[in-house]
Protein backbone atom coordinates (compact mmCIF):
# COMPACT_ATOMS: atom_id res chain seq x y z
CA UNK A 1 0.00 0.00 0.00
CA UNK A 2 1.37 3.54 -1.01
CA UNK A 3 -0.44 6.59 1.01
CA UNK A 4 0.24 10.48 0.45
CA UNK A 5 0.05 12.28 3.83
CA UNK A 6 -0.13 15.95 3.08
CA UNK A 7 -1.45 19.09 5.21
CA UNK A 8 -2.31 22.43 3.49
CA UNK A 9 -4.38 24.78 6.03
CA UNK A 10 -5.27 28.17 6.16
CA UNK A 11 -8.61 30.03 7.46
CA UNK A 12 -8.99 32.98 5.43
CA UNK A 13 -10.24 36.48 6.80
CA UNK A 14 -11.46 38.41 3.41
CA UNK A 15 -11.60 41.47 5.18
CA UNK A 16 -8.00 41.24 6.82
CA UNK A 17 -5.34 43.27 4.96
CA UNK A 18 -2.75 40.54 5.47
CA UNK A 19 -1.05 39.27 2.52
CA UNK A 20 -1.25 35.15 2.80
CA UNK A 21 2.16 34.82 0.53
CA UNK A 22 4.60 32.06 0.42
CA UNK A 23 6.80 33.94 2.92
CA UNK A 24 3.78 33.45 5.06
CA UNK A 25 3.87 29.83 5.37
CA UNK A 26 7.56 29.60 5.32
CA UNK A 27 7.49 32.05 8.88
CA UNK A 28 4.91 28.94 10.11
CA UNK A 29 6.85 26.27 8.75
CA UNK A 30 6.39 24.79 5.27
CA UNK A 31 8.16 21.35 4.99
CA UNK A 32 8.55 19.40 1.82
CA UNK A 33 9.38 15.83 1.57
CA UNK A 34 11.17 13.46 3.70
CA UNK A 35 11.60 16.47 6.62
CA UNK A 36 7.77 16.45 7.26
CA UNK A 37 7.88 12.85 8.90
CA UNK A 38 10.39 13.40 11.66
CA UNK A 39 9.10 17.15 11.98
CA UNK A 40 5.75 15.93 12.62
CA UNK A 41 5.34 12.62 13.96
CA UNK A 42 5.81 12.97 17.64
CA UNK A 43 3.57 16.28 17.47
CA UNK A 44 -0.68 15.82 18.54
CA UNK A 45 -1.31 17.24 14.68
CA UNK A 46 -3.28 14.93 12.11
CA UNK A 47 -0.53 13.85 10.14
CA UNK A 48 0.78 12.39 13.21
CA UNK A 49 -2.22 10.42 13.25
CA UNK A 50 -1.56 9.76 9.70
CA UNK A 51 1.69 8.74 9.80
CA UNK A 52 1.01 6.15 13.09
CA UNK A 53 -1.86 4.54 10.99
CA UNK A 54 0.17 4.23 7.33
CA UNK A 55 2.98 2.85 9.61
CA UNK A 56 0.31 0.54 10.99
CA UNK A 57 -0.72 -1.05 7.73
CA UNK A 58 2.79 -1.50 6.78
CA UNK A 59 2.00 1.33 4.21
CA UNK A 60 5.03 3.47 1.64
CA UNK A 61 4.53 6.73 2.99
CA UNK A 62 4.73 9.84 0.41
CA UNK A 63 4.93 13.33 2.44
CA UNK A 64 4.65 15.84 -0.81
CA UNK A 65 4.06 19.25 1.66
CA UNK A 66 2.83 20.36 5.04
CA UNK A 67 2.00 23.81 5.11
CA UNK A 68 0.19 26.21 7.45
CA UNK A 69 0.10 29.73 7.52
CA UNK A 70 -1.44 32.05 10.74
CA UNK A 71 -4.69 33.21 9.21
CA UNK A 72 -4.44 36.21 7.42
CA UNK A 73 -5.89 37.54 4.18
CA UNK A 74 -6.47 35.82 0.95
CA UNK A 75 -3.70 33.69 -0.29
CA UNK A 76 -2.10 34.23 -3.61
CA UNK A 77 -2.79 32.39 -6.63
CA UNK A 78 0.98 31.88 -6.14
CA UNK A 79 1.22 30.48 -3.07
CA UNK A 80 -1.58 27.88 -3.48
CA UNK A 81 -0.26 26.44 -6.96
CA UNK A 82 3.05 25.87 -5.52
CA UNK A 83 1.92 24.12 -2.36
CA UNK A 84 -1.20 22.56 -4.14
CA UNK A 85 0.86 21.06 -6.97
CA UNK A 86 3.12 18.68 -5.09
CA UNK A 87 0.24 17.08 -3.56
CA UNK A 88 -0.93 16.33 -7.42
CA UNK A 89 2.46 15.50 -8.70
CA UNK A 90 2.05 12.79 -5.52
CA UNK A 91 -1.61 11.25 -7.03
CA UNK A 92 0.35 11.12 -10.42
CA UNK A 93 2.84 9.33 -9.50
CA UNK A 94 0.54 6.50 -8.13
CA UNK A 95 -0.99 5.68 -4.55
CA UNK A 96 -3.92 3.66 -2.84
CA UNK A 97 -4.88 6.31 -0.86
CA UNK A 98 -4.85 9.96 0.41
CA UNK A 99 -4.88 11.00 3.83
CA UNK A 100 -5.07 15.21 4.22
CA UNK A 101 -5.16 17.29 7.07
CA UNK A 102 -6.90 20.98 5.43
CA UNK A 103 -8.80 23.55 7.28
CA UNK A 104 -11.90 23.68 5.36
CA UNK A 105 -12.18 27.51 4.83
CA UNK A 106 -9.44 28.43 2.94
CA UNK A 107 -10.06 31.45 0.00
CA UNK A 108 -7.42 32.27 -2.34
CA UNK A 109 -7.47 34.97 -4.67
CA UNK A 110 -8.47 32.78 -8.15
CA UNK A 111 -10.81 30.94 -6.10
CA UNK A 112 -13.18 30.81 -2.79
CA UNK A 113 -13.13 27.19 -1.74
CA UNK A 114 -9.61 26.40 -1.73
CA UNK A 115 -10.04 22.91 -0.30
CA UNK A 116 -12.56 22.14 -2.77
CA UNK A 117 -10.63 22.90 -5.56
CA UNK A 118 -8.14 20.88 -4.74
CA UNK A 119 -10.35 17.68 -3.99
CA UNK A 120 -11.86 18.03 -7.52
CA UNK A 121 -7.91 18.31 -8.76
CA UNK A 122 -6.89 15.13 -7.07
CA UNK A 123 -10.42 13.00 -8.42
CA UNK A 124 -9.77 14.85 -11.73
CA UNK A 125 -6.72 12.28 -11.70
CA UNK A 126 -8.23 9.33 -9.68
CA UNK A 127 -11.83 9.57 -10.08
CA UNK A 128 -11.98 6.48 -7.39
CA UNK A 129 -8.83 7.40 -5.27
CA UNK A 130 -9.78 6.99 -1.52
CA UNK A 131 -9.70 10.21 -0.23
CA UNK A 132 -9.68 11.26 4.05
CA UNK A 133 -10.01 14.66 5.08
CA UNK A 134 -9.82 16.48 8.57
CA UNK A 135 -11.13 20.01 8.92
CA UNK A 136 -10.86 22.50 11.17
CA UNK A 137 -14.11 23.16 13.43
CA UNK A 138 -14.30 26.30 11.33
CA UNK A 139 -14.77 25.27 8.33
CA UNK A 140 -16.86 26.28 5.85
CA UNK A 141 -18.31 23.25 4.14
CA UNK A 142 -18.91 22.86 0.26
CA UNK A 143 -20.21 20.45 -2.01
CA UNK A 144 -17.12 20.50 -3.78
CA UNK A 145 -15.17 19.28 -0.54
CA UNK A 146 -18.24 16.55 0.46
CA UNK A 147 -17.99 15.41 -3.25
CA UNK A 148 -14.52 14.82 -3.71
CA UNK A 149 -13.65 12.44 -0.85
CA UNK A 150 -14.04 9.12 0.82
CA UNK A 151 -14.88 10.35 4.00
CA UNK A 152 -14.86 13.83 5.93
CA UNK A 153 -14.29 15.06 9.63
CA UNK A 154 -14.05 18.00 11.47
CA UNK A 155 -12.71 19.01 15.33
CA UNK A 156 -15.02 18.60 18.06
CA UNK A 157 -13.30 20.92 19.80
CA UNK A 158 -12.85 24.29 20.12
CA UNK A 159 -9.92 25.00 21.50
CA UNK A 160 -8.97 22.51 19.33
CA UNK A 161 -7.41 19.77 21.16
CA UNK A 162 -8.73 16.59 19.59
CA UNK A 163 -6.67 17.49 15.99
CA UNK A 164 -5.24 13.65 16.59
CA UNK A 165 -8.46 11.84 17.87
CA UNK A 166 -10.56 13.11 14.59
CA UNK A 167 -7.92 12.20 12.50
CA UNK A 168 -7.03 9.24 13.50
CA UNK A 169 -10.58 8.06 13.29
CA UNK A 170 -11.00 9.29 9.42
CA UNK A 171 -8.12 7.98 8.63
CA UNK A 172 -9.09 4.52 9.83
CA UNK A 173 -12.48 5.00 7.97
CA UNK A 174 -10.67 5.04 4.91
CA UNK A 175 -7.75 2.90 5.77
CA UNK A 176 -10.87 0.33 5.76
CA UNK A 177 -12.20 1.18 3.20
CA UNK A 178 -9.60 0.53 0.94
CA UNK A 179 -9.13 -3.12 2.67
CA UNK A 180 -12.94 -3.86 1.73
CA UNK A 181 -13.75 -3.51 5.94
CA UNK A 182 -16.61 -1.00 5.61
CA UNK A 183 -18.45 1.10 2.76
CA UNK A 184 -18.21 4.67 3.48
CA UNK A 185 -21.44 6.98 2.47
CA UNK A 186 -22.08 10.60 3.12
CA UNK A 187 -25.00 13.02 4.05
CA UNK A 188 -24.34 16.71 4.75
CA UNK A 189 -26.25 19.89 4.73
CA UNK A 190 -25.35 23.74 5.45
CA UNK A 191 -27.12 26.12 6.94
CA UNK A 192 -28.61 29.64 6.35
CA UNK A 193 -26.58 30.31 9.22
CA UNK A 194 -23.46 32.49 10.28
CA UNK A 195 -22.30 31.76 14.13
CA UNK A 196 -19.92 34.17 15.70
CA UNK A 197 -16.24 32.26 16.76
CA UNK A 198 -16.84 34.06 20.00
CA UNK A 199 -19.75 32.05 20.54
CA UNK A 200 -18.24 28.54 19.28
CA UNK A 201 -16.38 27.31 21.91
CA UNK A 202 -17.07 23.90 23.16
CA UNK A 203 -17.27 24.15 26.87
CA UNK A 204 -20.41 26.64 26.12
CA UNK A 205 -23.99 26.36 25.11
CA UNK A 206 -24.90 25.82 22.67
CA UNK A 207 -21.84 24.18 21.05
CA UNK A 208 -21.12 22.16 24.09
CA UNK A 209 -24.27 19.94 23.40
CA UNK A 210 -24.28 19.99 19.64
CA UNK A 211 -20.67 18.37 19.78
CA UNK A 212 -21.82 15.52 22.33
CA UNK A 213 -24.51 14.72 19.82
CA UNK A 214 -21.90 14.54 17.15
CA UNK A 215 -20.05 12.47 19.58
CA UNK A 216 -22.77 10.06 20.49
CA UNK A 217 -23.78 9.37 17.41
CA UNK A 218 -20.24 8.62 16.47
CA UNK A 219 -20.31 5.43 19.42
CA UNK A 220 -23.60 3.72 17.61
CA UNK A 221 -23.22 1.76 14.46
CA UNK A 222 -23.46 2.25 11.62
CA UNK A 223 -22.27 6.02 12.16
CA UNK A 224 -18.25 6.15 11.60
CA UNK A 225 -17.91 10.35 11.76
CA UNK A 226 -20.17 13.00 12.74
CA UNK A 227 -19.23 16.29 12.55
CA UNK A 228 -21.00 19.44 13.23
CA UNK A 229 -18.67 22.75 11.62
CA UNK A 230 -19.93 26.03 13.25
CA UNK A 231 -17.82 27.64 10.13
CA UNK A 232 -16.01 30.10 9.76
CA UNK A 233 -17.73 33.58 9.77
CA UNK A 234 -14.82 36.22 8.80
CA UNK A 235 -15.22 35.29 5.01
CA UNK A 236 -17.46 37.08 2.61
CA UNK A 237 -17.83 33.97 0.09
CA UNK A 238 -21.34 32.23 -0.92
CA UNK A 239 -20.66 28.86 1.35
CA UNK A 240 -19.61 30.82 4.81
CA UNK A 241 -21.41 28.75 7.70
CA UNK A 242 -22.60 26.69 10.04
CA UNK A 243 -23.03 22.61 8.26
CA UNK A 244 -22.80 19.17 9.24
CA UNK A 245 -21.71 16.08 7.57
CA UNK A 246 -21.97 12.58 9.00
CA UNK A 247 -20.12 9.60 7.23
CA UNK A 248 -22.03 5.61 7.70
CA UNK A 249 -21.14 2.70 6.82
CA UNK A 250 -23.12 1.91 3.86
CA UNK A 251 -26.10 3.16 5.31
CA UNK A 252 -27.53 6.69 3.37
CA UNK A 253 -31.00 6.87 5.79
CA UNK A 254 -28.50 6.74 8.94
CA UNK A 255 -26.56 9.05 7.72
CA UNK A 256 -28.78 11.60 6.62
CA UNK A 257 -30.89 11.29 10.09
CA UNK A 258 -27.61 11.87 12.08
CA UNK A 259 -27.01 14.80 10.06
CA UNK A 260 -30.60 16.39 9.87
CA UNK A 261 -30.05 16.23 13.96
CA UNK A 262 -27.24 18.15 13.78
CA UNK A 263 -28.32 20.96 11.62
CA UNK A 264 -30.99 20.90 14.08
CA UNK A 265 -29.75 21.48 16.94
CA UNK A 266 -27.83 24.26 15.03
CA UNK A 267 -30.65 26.25 14.05
CA UNK A 268 -32.69 25.99 16.72
CA UNK A 269 -30.18 27.50 18.91
CA UNK A 270 -28.94 30.12 15.90
CA UNK A 271 -30.10 32.93 18.77
CA UNK A 272 -27.08 31.48 21.07
CA UNK A 273 -24.61 32.08 18.07
CA UNK A 274 -24.53 36.12 18.71
CA UNK A 275 -22.24 37.97 20.76
CA UNK A 276 -23.62 40.72 23.17
CA UNK A 277 -21.76 43.95 22.84
CA UNK A 278 -20.90 45.96 26.41
CA UNK A 279 -18.56 49.29 26.62
CA UNK A 280 -15.35 48.31 26.39
CA UNK A 281 -14.59 50.92 29.51
CA UNK A 282 -17.16 49.74 31.58
CA UNK A 283 -15.64 46.18 30.72
CA UNK A 284 -12.76 47.02 32.04
CA UNK A 285 -13.86 48.76 35.34
CA UNK A 286 -15.71 45.90 36.18
CA UNK A 287 -12.46 43.71 35.41
CA UNK A 288 -10.74 45.67 37.46
CA UNK A 289 -12.75 45.07 40.27
CA UNK A 290 -12.18 41.62 40.34
CA UNK A 291 -10.40 39.97 43.64
CA UNK A 292 -8.58 37.29 42.23
CA UNK A 293 -5.88 36.49 40.09
CA UNK A 294 -5.26 36.55 37.30
CA UNK A 295 -7.94 37.72 35.11
CA UNK A 296 -7.86 37.01 31.59
CA UNK A 297 -8.47 40.08 29.23
CA UNK A 298 -9.52 39.30 25.94
CA UNK A 299 -8.99 42.00 23.07
CA UNK A 300 -11.06 39.49 20.83
CA UNK A 301 -11.46 41.87 17.57
CA UNK A 302 -7.84 42.01 16.91
CA UNK A 303 -6.98 37.96 17.17
CA UNK A 304 -4.57 36.94 14.78
CA UNK A 305 -5.58 33.77 15.00
CA UNK A 306 -8.69 34.88 13.01
CA UNK A 307 -6.87 36.76 11.03
CA UNK A 308 -6.32 40.08 12.66
CA UNK A 309 -3.46 42.13 12.89
CA UNK A 310 -2.37 41.92 16.08
CA UNK A 311 -1.72 45.33 16.42
CA UNK A 312 -4.55 47.70 17.12
CA UNK A 313 -4.02 49.27 20.13
CA UNK A 314 -7.48 50.38 21.52
CA UNK A 315 -7.97 48.22 24.52
CA UNK A 316 -4.65 48.00 26.00
CA UNK A 317 -5.14 51.62 25.40
CA UNK A 318 -7.50 51.75 27.98
CA UNK A 319 -6.45 49.11 30.20
CA UNK A 320 -3.50 51.56 30.60
CA UNK A 321 -5.91 54.53 31.22
CA UNK A 322 -7.56 52.80 33.93
CA UNK A 323 -4.66 52.63 35.79
CA UNK A 324 -4.35 48.57 35.89
CA UNK A 325 -1.67 47.09 37.14
CA UNK A 326 0.75 43.64 36.81
CA UNK A 327 -0.82 43.38 33.37
CA UNK A 328 1.24 41.02 30.85
CA UNK A 329 0.02 41.30 27.50
CA UNK A 330 0.33 38.70 24.11
CA UNK A 331 0.96 39.71 21.91
CA UNK A 332 1.44 43.10 19.83
CA UNK A 333 2.60 42.45 16.15
CA UNK A 334 5.56 45.35 15.65
CA UNK A 335 8.92 44.39 13.91
CA UNK A 336 9.95 48.16 13.94
CA UNK A 337 9.68 48.32 17.77
CA UNK A 338 11.40 45.15 18.28
CA UNK A 339 13.98 46.25 16.07
CA UNK A 340 14.23 49.64 17.75
CA UNK A 341 14.70 47.91 21.34
CA UNK A 342 17.00 44.90 20.37
CA UNK A 343 19.55 47.55 19.34
CA UNK A 344 18.89 49.92 22.85
CA UNK A 345 19.80 46.83 24.54
CA UNK A 346 18.63 44.78 27.61
CA UNK A 347 17.69 47.22 30.45
CA UNK A 348 17.63 50.04 28.43
CA UNK A 349 14.82 52.78 29.25
CA UNK A 350 12.80 53.08 25.55
CA UNK A 351 9.64 55.12 24.35
CA UNK A 352 8.11 53.85 21.79
CA UNK A 353 5.24 54.40 19.28
CA UNK A 354 3.96 51.01 19.52
CA UNK A 355 1.82 49.08 17.15
CA UNK A 356 -0.92 50.79 14.64
CA UNK A 357 1.30 50.13 11.55
CA UNK A 358 -1.62 48.08 9.69
CA UNK A 359 -4.78 50.32 7.89
CA UNK A 360 -7.98 47.88 7.96
CA UNK A 361 -9.76 49.46 5.08
CA UNK A 362 -12.26 47.16 5.00
CA UNK A 363 -13.61 48.27 8.95
CA UNK A 364 -12.32 51.94 8.24
CA UNK A 365 -9.45 51.86 10.52
CA UNK A 366 -6.39 53.61 10.09
CA UNK A 367 -3.63 52.90 11.93
CA UNK A 368 -3.36 54.45 15.23
CA UNK A 369 -0.13 53.50 18.11
CA UNK A 370 0.02 53.87 21.36
CA UNK A 371 3.26 56.37 22.84
CA UNK A 372 4.87 53.82 25.70
CA UNK A 373 7.63 54.48 27.72
CA UNK A 374 9.78 51.45 29.68
CA UNK A 375 12.89 49.14 29.94
CA UNK A 376 13.68 46.73 27.65
CA UNK A 377 13.03 43.63 29.84
CA UNK A 378 13.65 40.68 27.51
CA UNK A 379 15.17 39.56 24.09
CA UNK A 380 14.79 36.16 22.61
CA UNK A 381 14.41 34.35 19.39
CA UNK A 382 10.88 33.92 19.27
CA UNK A 383 11.26 30.20 19.29
CA UNK A 384 9.91 27.47 21.39
CA UNK A 385 7.96 24.64 21.39
CA UNK A 386 4.16 23.82 22.69
CA UNK A 387 3.51 22.17 25.93
CA UNK A 388 0.14 22.57 26.24
CA UNK A 389 -2.90 20.26 25.15
CA UNK A 390 -3.34 22.24 21.54
CA UNK A 391 -0.86 21.90 19.16
CA UNK A 392 1.06 19.87 21.18
CA UNK A 393 4.98 19.49 20.09
CA UNK A 394 4.34 22.06 17.77
CA UNK A 395 7.50 24.70 16.92
CA UNK A 396 6.46 28.36 17.62
CA UNK A 397 8.70 31.21 15.70
CA UNK A 398 7.48 34.13 16.67
CA UNK A 399 10.52 35.94 15.04
CA UNK A 400 12.86 38.12 16.96
CA UNK A 401 10.95 39.03 20.04
CA UNK A 402 10.89 41.69 23.05
CA UNK A 403 9.32 42.63 26.32
CA UNK A 404 8.33 45.90 27.19
CA UNK A 405 7.95 46.71 31.20
CA UNK A 406 6.14 50.28 31.52
CA UNK A 407 6.32 49.41 35.53
CA UNK A 408 2.29 48.55 35.19
CA UNK A 409 2.53 46.54 31.88
CA UNK A 410 4.52 44.48 30.47
CA UNK A 411 3.99 43.85 26.88
CA UNK A 412 5.06 40.97 24.63
CA UNK A 413 6.08 42.19 21.07
CA UNK A 414 6.61 39.86 18.37
CA UNK A 415 8.37 39.86 15.36
CA UNK A 416 5.78 37.01 13.23
CA UNK A 417 2.26 37.02 14.13
CA UNK A 418 0.98 34.41 16.94
CA UNK A 419 -2.10 34.22 18.60
CA UNK A 420 -1.33 33.21 22.67
CA UNK A 421 -3.03 30.12 23.33
CA UNK A 422 0.22 28.98 24.86
CA UNK A 423 1.51 29.96 28.02
CA UNK A 424 4.91 29.54 26.14
CA UNK A 425 4.33 32.94 24.52
CA UNK A 426 4.77 34.17 28.39
CA UNK A 427 7.32 31.64 30.05
CA UNK A 428 10.05 31.74 26.99
CA UNK A 429 9.65 35.34 27.27
CA UNK A 430 10.80 35.61 31.21
CA UNK A 431 7.23 35.65 32.51
CA UNK A 432 5.69 33.68 34.50
CA UNK A 433 1.69 34.05 33.82
CA UNK A 434 0.45 32.44 37.12
CA UNK A 435 1.74 35.30 39.02
CA UNK A 436 0.36 38.10 37.08
CA UNK A 437 -3.06 40.33 38.15
CA UNK A 438 -4.30 40.25 34.80
CA UNK A 439 -3.66 38.74 31.52
CA UNK A 440 -4.61 40.43 28.04
CA UNK A 441 -4.83 38.11 25.31
CA UNK A 442 -4.98 38.69 21.61
CA UNK A 443 -7.09 35.66 21.32
CA UNK A 444 -11.28 34.69 20.85
CA UNK A 445 -11.70 31.33 22.77
CA UNK A 446 -7.96 29.28 21.58
CA UNK A 447 -6.73 31.19 24.71
CA UNK A 448 -8.56 28.28 27.25
CA UNK A 449 -5.73 25.70 25.93
CA UNK A 450 -3.19 26.76 27.99
CA UNK A 451 -4.51 29.67 29.67
CA UNK A 452 -8.01 28.16 31.16
CA UNK A 453 -6.17 26.54 34.34
CA UNK A 454 -5.00 29.78 35.20
CA UNK A 455 -8.08 31.95 34.91
CA UNK A 456 -10.07 33.07 37.77
CA UNK A 457 -12.33 35.10 35.81
CA UNK A 458 -12.94 36.12 32.21
CA UNK A 459 -13.76 39.04 30.36
CA UNK A 460 -14.23 39.52 26.60
CA UNK A 461 -13.29 42.82 25.79
CA UNK A 462 -15.01 44.59 22.46
CA UNK A 463 -12.50 46.81 21.24
CA UNK A 464 -11.77 47.10 17.06
CA UNK A 465 -9.92 44.98 14.62
CA UNK A 466 -11.00 43.25 11.09
CA UNK A 467 -11.99 39.65 13.94
CA UNK A 468 -14.94 42.51 15.15
CA UNK A 469 -17.58 40.55 16.51
CA UNK A 470 -19.83 43.15 15.66
CA UNK A 471 -21.54 42.41 12.16
CA UNK A 472 -22.25 46.38 11.57
CA UNK A 473 -19.09 46.94 11.15
CA UNK A 474 -18.48 44.41 8.25
CA UNK A 475 -19.68 44.65 4.55
CA UNK A 476 -21.02 41.20 3.14
CA UNK A 477 -21.83 41.38 -0.47
CA UNK A 478 -21.23 37.92 -1.50
CA UNK A 479 -22.88 35.66 0.85
CA UNK A 480 -25.59 33.63 0.33
CA UNK A 481 -28.62 35.19 1.55
CA UNK A 482 -30.93 35.55 3.66
CA UNK A 483 -28.83 34.73 6.40
CA UNK A 484 -28.75 34.79 10.34
CA UNK A 485 -28.29 37.07 11.67
CA UNK A 486 -27.55 39.48 8.63
CA UNK A 487 -31.00 39.38 7.31
CA UNK A 488 -34.48 38.71 9.02
CA UNK A 489 -35.78 35.97 7.08
CA UNK A 490 -37.67 34.35 6.41
CA UNK A 491 -34.87 31.53 5.47
CA UNK A 492 -35.32 28.45 3.16
CA UNK A 493 -35.76 24.72 5.18
CA UNK A 494 -32.50 22.71 4.85
CA UNK A 495 -32.79 18.66 4.48
CA UNK A 496 -29.54 16.79 5.24
CA UNK A 497 -29.11 15.40 1.22
CA UNK A 498 -27.17 12.33 0.01
CA UNK A 499 -23.19 13.15 -1.68
Same mark, same amino acid.
Given at each position: MRLVLAMLKHETNTF??? +??????? @???????? #??????????? $??????? *????? *????IATPVAAEAMPGGLVTREAYERLARPILEAVEAGCDGVLLDLHGAMVCEHTHDGEGTLLQRIRAIRPDLPIAVTCDLHANLSVEMVANCTAIIGYKTYPHVDMYA?? @????????DAIEGKCRPVMAWGRLPLMSQTLRQG????? $???IQALAAASEAKAPILCATAFGGFPMADIPIAGNSAVVVADGDRAAARTVAQALLDAAWNARGEFTHRHAPLA?? +?????????? #?????????????????? +? $?? +??? @????????NVAVAAVWDPAAVAAMREAGLGAKVTLDLGGRTPMPSVGLAGQPLRVTGTVASLADGKWRVEGPMYTGVEVNTGPTAVLDTGKV?????????? #?????????????????????????????AGFAPLARATFALDGEGVTTSDNA??????VARPVYPLDPGPFPAVAAQDV
Amino acid at each position: MRLVLAMLKHETNTFSPI +VTDIARF @EQWGLHFG #PSIVPTFENTA $MPLAAYI *RLARE *RGAEIATPVAAEAMPGGLVTREAYERLARPILEAVEAGCDGVLLDLHGAMVCEHTHDGEGTLLQRIRAIRPDLPIAVTCDLHANLSVEMVANCTAIIGYKTYPHVDMYAVA @ERVGRVVLDAIEGKCRPVMAWGRLPLMSQTLRQGTADQP $MRDIQALAAASEAKAPILCATAFGGFPMADIPIAGNSAVVVADGDRAAARTVAQALLDAAWNARGEFTHRHAPLAAT +VARAKEVNAA #PVVLLDHADNVGSGGTSD +V $MK +VIA @EVVRQGLENVAVAAVWDPAAVAAMREAGLGAKVTLDLGGRTPMPSVGLAGQPLRVTGTVASLADGKWRVEGPMYTGVEVNTGPTAVLDTGKVKIVIVSLHHE #PWDTGIFTANGIDPARQRFLLLKSRIHYRAGFAPLARATFALDGEGVTTSDNARLTFSRVARPVYPLDPGPFPAVAAQDV
